[in-house]
């Protein structure tokens, strides 16, 4: 029996992202977007686990996919036992822009990080909550290429991705 997986989305662009996962690797995983944004918390996220267990030993792997740009949420989320914390600072976005190429360890704010996807290829009419096409192929054939341009280990004072991580565990499951 294939493992639960449970992805807890801050918004629409995690969301539409780990739909394209899941229909690529083909794994039951269970989405709940906008869970109640930045009010996220242990209680919230136990409570989600045990509804979707069929039977008390049932094993429900947890992600919590955030940005990290609001450092009281990244605190919550850290707090919360038995869910992996895959944050993104400043936005999902950067992880999309090191599916193209390295992205510096700065500091990028969120405007700056979406000005700089939207000028590769196939990232012109990039919209929050949405992914074309195009995207979601350019997604697809660079992810492993993607978590050897951009720092993995969280840092306040430059960008970072743990996305990657999702990617390796998604892997290791489907073999």
Same mark, same amino acid.
């Not at 992914?131 to 004072?157: F, G, T, V, Y």
């Given at each position: 029996?294939?493992? !639960?997986? +449970?992805v807890l989305c801050e918004g629409e662009s995690e969301e539409r992202y780990v739909e394209m996962l899941r229909r690529h690797y083909r +794994?039951?995983?269970?989405?709940i977007p906008k869970v109640v944004g @930045?009010? #996220? $918390? @242990? %209680? +919230?996220?136990? %409570? #989600? @686990? $045990?509804?979707?267990k069929l039977n008390a030993s049932e094993r429900v792997s947890?992600?919590? #996919? /955030? *940005?990290? *740009? !609001? =450092?009281?949420v990244v605190q919550n989320i850290r707090s919360c036992k038995n869910a992996t914390a895959l944050l993104s600072r400043p936005c999902l976005e950067v992880w999309f822009l090191a599916h193209s190429k390295p992205v510096p360890a700065t500091d990028i704010s969120t405007t700056d990080c979406i000005d700089r996807l939207k000028a590769l290829p196939a990232w &012109? $009419? /990039? %919209?929050?909550?949405?992914?074309? *096409?195009? @995207?979601e192929d350019a997604l697809w054939q660079n992810r492993h290429a993607?978590?050897?341009?951009?720092?993995?280990? =969280?840092?306040?004072?430059?960008?970072?991705?743990?996305?990657?991580?999702? #990617? &390796?565990t998604l892997e290791n499951i489907k073999t």
């Amino acid at each position: 029996m294939k493992p !639960v997986i +449970l992805v807890l989305c801050e918004g629409e662009s995690e969301e539409r992202y780990v739909e394209m996962l899941r229909r690529h690797y083909r +794994l039951p995983i269970k989405i709940i977007p906008k869970v109640v944004g @930045q009010k #996220i $918390n @242990q %209680r +919230l996220v136990s %409570r #989600i @686990q $045990n509804k979707m267990k069929l039977n008390a030993s049932e094993r429900v792997s947890c992600f919590l #996919i /955030y *940005d990290a *740009d !609001v =450092p009281a949420v990244v605190q919550n989320i850290r707090s919360c036992k038995n869910a992996t914390a895959l944050l993104s600072r400043p936005c999902l976005e950067v992880w999309f822009l090191a599916h193209s190429k390295p992205v510096p360890a700065t500091d990028i704010s969120t405007t700056d990080c979406i000005d700089r996807l939207k000028a590769l290829p196939a990232w &012109e $009419n /990039y %919209r929050k909550g949405f992914l074309s *096409d195009k @995207q979601e192929d350019a997604l697809w054939q660079n992810r492993h290429a993607a978590a050897k341009n951009i720092p993995c280990e =969280p840092s306040e004072e430059s960008a970072f991705s743990m996305v990657g991580g999702f #990617i &390796e565990t998604l892997e290791n499951i489907k073999t």
